[in-house]
């Protein structure tokens, strides 16, 4: 269970929620992006969501229910690892678009993750494996939840979020032009989750460079990392 939100009005400001049961993970703020990574049991601490330097951002919510066309199948591409070759500023969102577009990108066998990706100019990709990809050049706003995008609500699941997007979206349509991070915040307040429980709330100011976070929905306790990324504090 997760919510992605971009949003392209003054500013391009993302916001993501992450909703995880049962996993550990952890905030790493760096020179080069803030990342939340999850300890995999055969991995390690993978950096697999947050903000770099260059203003790229990486989502990545799980697609309810699961899609076995999603399954790994011959020659392809695999999510979570364009993700983070996007996170670590080793491919551009363009790049990967061109990859979705060519050739077939699948996930895990049994779980359908899906890729809310995002560049500095607030242009949005989002991929569900097995199913399709969309670019959005620039859009006044764009969420993500934990349903396919291509079959709306045509099945149902606890998780899928149909609720959440239309909170979020019903926020969004009345936001106003000077939209900033704590109205981001507010949306995020409003989506969060307490059964598979929203354990990080990432805001990502592109505009100015400037990541906020805040964990275990404490919303009056958050970080900021600076524009430089050098630097981080609490407010």
């Avoid at 100015?208 to 919303?219: A, G, I, L, P, S």
């Amino acid at each position: 269970m997760c919510t992605s939100i971009v949003v392209n009005k003054n500013k391009t400001i993302v916001g993501w929620n992450l909703d995880l049961l049962d996993m550990e993970y952890r905030v790493s703020p760096a020179d080069e992006g803030v990342f939340i990574e999850v300890n995999d049991a055969t991995e390690g601490w993978m950096p697999l969501f947050g903000a770099n330097s260059r203003g790229d951002f990486v989502g990545m919510p799980t697609c309810w229910p699961a899609d076995r066309r999603s399954d790994p199948a011959g020659d392809g591409e695999n999510v979570i690892m364009l993700d983070i070759d996007l996170l670590l500023q080793k491919k551009t969102l363009q790049e990967i678009r061109d990859i979705a577009a060519e050739r077939p990108v699948y996930s895990i066998p049994g779980l359908t993750f899906m890729s809310a990706l995002s560049d500095a100019d607030g242009n949005v990709l989002h991929i569900v494996p097995g199913q399709g990809c969309s670019y959005y050049e620039k859009p006044e706003y764009k969420i993500l939840t934990n349903f396919s995008p291509y079959k709306q609500n045509s099945e149902t699941h606890p998780w899928m979020g149909w609720d959440r997007y239309h909170i979020a979206k019903d926020m969004l349509k009345n936001a106003s032009d000077d939209f900033d991070v704590e109205d981001c915040f507010e949306i995020l307040k409003a989506v969060s989750q307490e059964v598979c429980p929203t354990v990080v709330s990432m805001v990502y100011d592109v505009t100015d460079r400037t990541v906020y976070w805040c964990e275990n929905r404490e919303w009056d306790k958050k970080a900021r990392k600076r524009k430089c990324f050098g630097e981080s504090l609490i407010e």
